[in-house]
């Protein structure tokens, strides 16, 4: 609702039939704004949280009475969130998790104050001090910027901005015509001095994903900044946002893996980003679930063990050179079309043919991009196992992950071979871990006697209807 506020400071001018005109324009946005404040605080008022010795109930609803229950010792994790819009209030939205549910649903979402904070925090998972890690690597500031320039996307800012455009209506409305009438006066004045003549409309185009991605940008480092961690043999605290503070507390036990993820250049430089898979963590809208901001692998070190971070140890079993195809048929066959299919849309549409070169070129980049990264895909894939851990290293479109988890939250095993495989020996191995959202790491070109040898290491029995 605070769109059709600023909407009315926007249009504001001195005149005595100002405010009449303002609240005539704007009743139905009154009525709406009442109407909120008046369910709200009949819901507040029918709400109610009490505590046992072992659980958490919070009975909530008018008609119908709602009483959810929650066991302490099944808390996965505990949020506090800190909006600056409600510190005024001196409230905050508490947000509890445990291993139930699917699809990263919340068991149990309040907006308490600082009394009702404190007693629930205080049956929530929590780290000891005396028992606290040392050695954790922290974050600093060019760790988390690192993170918002690799992490950070266009689609991300085109969805922020298409948000802020339906909502705020007008204003939104008047303040992406002005940029899009600059922009397109600039791009115009730059095709004038370019010897090659790029399209006015390709330059737009460009302009505004670069702006996007500006946008995201610019959200991730407000969202991650001021990031810290701490923990214990149980128990693990992470905090982080500038704006919009919030506080995790995790129960390590329950986390299903951890994952460090990469993109070809931070591969390159050796460094990770360090996400875990526990529920209720990063499951708020546009929040990844992370552990460590960018950090060079071998700053790791031992201290994160605790928590399933380990780096440094090489495959047991490796995807096979001879599966090269697996990784690498359809990126090189997308990247030998594009320029055909160029040449195709030019003849027949000759008009667009300065257009639809730049569209190829813009295309081209990525795809050759992507041939590398499965190629060093091939390279690296596989499965090391020690212990009780297993450690898997695959990659996903254009990002590399390598996964640590216990072996007993491995939930599912599975198989995949065509018929060249079968001829060669070889398959692809995947593997879901346990949690909300059933999660898949597939490993191609892998030898089917590994494969074999792996799935009766964790435990599983395997047929013999996949050829070796």
Not at 444 to 463: E, F, L, P, T
Request: contains cysteine; proline residues 3%; hydrophobic residues 45%.
């Amino acid at each position: 609702m605070i769109f059709p506020l600023i909407r009315g400071i926007y249009t504001y001018h001195f005149d005595k039939d100002w405010l009449y005109s303002w609240i005539k324009g704007t009743w139905f946005d009154i009525a709406v704004l009442g109407a909120i404040l008046i369910f709200g605080f009949v819901r507040w008022y029918f709400s109610r949280i009490d505590f046992t010795s072992e659980e958490l109930v919070h009975h909530d609803g008018v008609f119908i009475r709602v009483n959810t229950y929650i066991p302490f010792k099944n808390v996965s994790s505990a949020t506090i969130e800190s909006p600056f819009f409600m510190l005024p209030f001196n409230a905050v939205r508490f947000r509890c998790d445990t291993r139930a549910g699917i699809f990263k649903t919340v068991d149990l979402k309040l907006i308490v104050g600082k009394k009702a904070r404190e007693a629930i925090m205080q049956q929530m998972p929590d780290i000891n001090e005396k028992n606290k890690i040392d050695g954790i690597p922290q974050p600093n500031s060019l760790s988390v910027l690192l993170f918002s320039v690799f992490f950070s996307s266009g689609f991300s800012g085109t969805i922020y901005l298409a948000t802020f455009f339906f909502k705020g209506g007008d204003i939104a409305y008047n303040i992406t015509m002005s940029s899009l009438n600059l922009i397109t006066e600039e791009t115009a004045k730059i095709t004038d001095k370019l010897l090659l003549k790029i399209p006015t409309a390709a330059i737009f185009i460009g302009v505004f994903f670069i702006g996007s991605w500006l946008v995201s940008f610019i959200v991730n480092l407000f969202r991650y900044g001021m990031f810290s961690i701490d923990c214990d043999q149980n128990c693990m605290k992470i905090s982080y946002g500038i704006i919009e503070r919030k506080e995790y507390r995790i129960k390590n036990s329950h986390i299903n893996y951890t994952d460090l993820r990469q993109n070809l250049i931070m591969k390159i430089m050796g460094a990770v980003a360090v996400n875990i898979s526990c529920a209720g963590y990063g499951a708020s809208k546009n929040r990844l679930p992370v552990l460590l901001p960018v950090k060079t692998e071998k700053s790791l070190g031992k201290n994160l063990q605790v928590i399933g971070v380990y780096s440094g140890i090489e495959n047991d079993y490796s995807a096979q050179v001879a599966g090269i195809g697996s990784y690498l048929l359809i990126p090189l066959l997308i990247a030998s079309l594009i320029i055909p299919s160029h040449d195709w849309a030019a003849r027949l549409f000759p008009q667009f043919s300065e257009l639809s070169f730049f569209v190829a070129v813009m295309l081209e980049i990525p795809a050759v991009w992507f041939v590398i990264v499965k190629l060093v895909a091939l390279m690296t894939s596989g499965v090391a196992i020690f212990d009780d851990k297993i450690i898997i290293r695959c990659s996903k479109w254009t990002k590399f992950h390598t996964v640590v988890s216990s072996r007993e939250k491995i939930a599912k095993l599975e198989f995949e071979q065509n018929l060249l495989q079968a001829l060669s020996g070889r398959c692809a191995l995947s593997i879901w871990f346990e949690g909300e959202e059933h999660r898949k790491f597939k490993i191609k070109a892998m030898k089917v006697k590994d494969a074999r040898k792996i799935a009766h290491i964790i435990g599983y029995k395997v047929g013999d209807k996949v050829k070796a």
